[in-house]
């Protein structure tokens, strides 16, 4: 059959971060296109306001225990897992089970089997080998034997990126069921309105004429290297840059004293957490989007903002990167870790503005031409679905 379809979305996120922004745009994109989406969770993600800040008040999202309490509880969750499932499958009769993959979890592929419907996998990182790489994972061997009997189990497993998906193949996927989602924006959001609201904000912050300001989104941790673009800044060719901080992390602190010991401290600018709804004028008030450091698999949502924004990207130069943007023709990268690197592509974008402008704008052009928004994510999932074999229970 034809659309629309009854999707039954699965999540275990407890966190209000970047993974709860994906799960709320699919769900919305998804009902957008005339769909209907039964989110099961524990804490659920697409009801929250968009402009929330608030931190977690649910025992679920507050629960701090030490890592291997948390494995357990996690191994224990699939009872509950299946149960809500089942109850909310009993008023959907869903046509495929959306899941989001997470660790030591089978619950959707064991109702989506009970059902005779497909589940389609979402799988944002190489979850065991993340975990064993930080020396978290406390139950490894039952750990590899769930996720390999998911990966194996799934009608279609979704990876964000190339490089994420061979990774899923040699952990069990195969390699004919495995596609790749990356992450999206909505273009929508940063029209005239936004354009408009963005110049109210770079007016508040009270900036000198000539500054360029390097804007970075996100929660801040010591790997995302940020002390390198701090460094750059006190070049005195870069004098104009103004790093402007949008998140958190206990990376900011040491950060901030860098940056006074460097002598630049009143050239960086920490606003704290933005909402989401003002996120996009925020980006677009920045003449650039910094990505300092990412893992090698990751699809970041602040790479497609920023290509919605326009402004240009400076990031590294690896291969989950170069899938969506080009050296010198859709953002600017530089070897990761290499500073004297970052400095030269930061200092090209800081002397030539035009040719600054024109790679934004050719950004842009790429993320509408690719459809990399979550309208475009919602097609080809639901492209994806109706190409499976149905299943019988």
């Known amino acids: 059959m034809t659309g629309p379809y009854r999707v039954l979305y699965h999540h275990r996120i407890r966190a209000d971060d970047g993974q709860a922004v994906h799960v709320r745009e699919v769900?919305?994109?998804l009902r957008r296109a005339g769909h209907t989406v039964e989110e099961c969770a524990l804490v659920p993600k697409a009801v929250a306001a968009a402009s929330s800040t608030k931190r977690p008040t649910s025992l679920w999202q507050r629960l701090s225990l030490p890592r291997t309490a948390v494995e357990v509880l996690e191994i224990l969750y699939d009872r509950r897992g299946r149960t809500m499932l089942r109850d909310r499958a009993r008023t959907l009769a869903p046509h495929f089970v959306y899941e989001r993959h997470a660790l030591h979890c089978r619950s959707g592929l064991d109702v989506a089997r009970e059902l005779g419907v497909p589940l389609l996998l979402e799988v944002n990182s190489p979850m065991v080998l993340e975990?064993?790489?930080l020396g978290s994972l406390r139950f490894a061997r039952r750990a590899r034997r769930t996720e390999r009997a998911v990966l194996a189990g799934a009608d279609a497993v979704l990876a964000v990126t190339r490089?994420?998906?061979?990774?899923?193949?040699?952990?069990?996927?195969?390699?004919?069921?495995?596609?790749?989602?990356?992450?999206?924006a909505d273009p929508d959001r940063?029209?005239?309105?936004?354009?408009?609201?963005?110049?109210?904000?770079?007016?508040r912050w009270e900036l000198p004429t000539n500054a360029f300001v390097l804007g970075f989104v996100g929660y801040m941790r010591p790997w995302h290297r940020l002390d390198l673009v701090v460094d750059a800044m006190a070049q005195p060719a870069l004098r104009p840059v103004v790093l402007v901080l949008m998140g958190r992390g206990p990376a900011l602190g040491p950060l901030r004293e860098l940056a006074v010991g460097r002598g630049i401290g009143d050239r960086v600018l920490a606003l704290g957490d933005v909402p989401s709804d003002l996120l996009p004028a925020h980006q677009i008030a920045c003449d650039a989007a910094l990505i300092p450091a990412i893992n090698d698999y990751a699809s970041p949502l602040k790479l497609f903002d920023a290509l919605?924004?326009?402004?240009?990207?400076?990031?590294?130069?690896?291969?989950n990167?170069?899938?969506n943007v080009r050296d010198g023709e859709t953002a600017l990268l530089f070897p990761p870790g290499d500073a004297a690197a970052l400095s030269a592509r930061l200092l090209r974008l800081v002397q030539d503005r035009a040719f600054a402008a024109r790679l934004g704008a050719a950004g842009r052009r790429a993320l509408d031409e690719n459809r990399w928004t979550w309208a475009g994510n919602a097609e080809r999932i639901?492209?994806?679905?109706?190409?499976?074999p149905q299943r019988r229970p």
């Open 308 to 319: 919605a924004a326009a402004v240009p990207v400076l990031a590294p130069d690896q291969p």
């Open 382 to 388: 639901v492209r994806i679905h109706e190409s499976l």
């Open 321 to 323: 990167l170069r899938e």
């Open 163 to 184: 490089v994420l998906a061979d990774l899923l193949v040699e952990a069990g996927a195969p390699r004919e069921r495995v596609h790749v989602i990356g992450n999206g």
């Open 190 to 203: 940063y029209g005239a309105e936004a354009r408009a609201a963005a110049a109210a904000i770079r007016a």
């Open 131 to 133: 975990m064993e790489k």
């Open 27 to 29: 769900i919305g994109a």
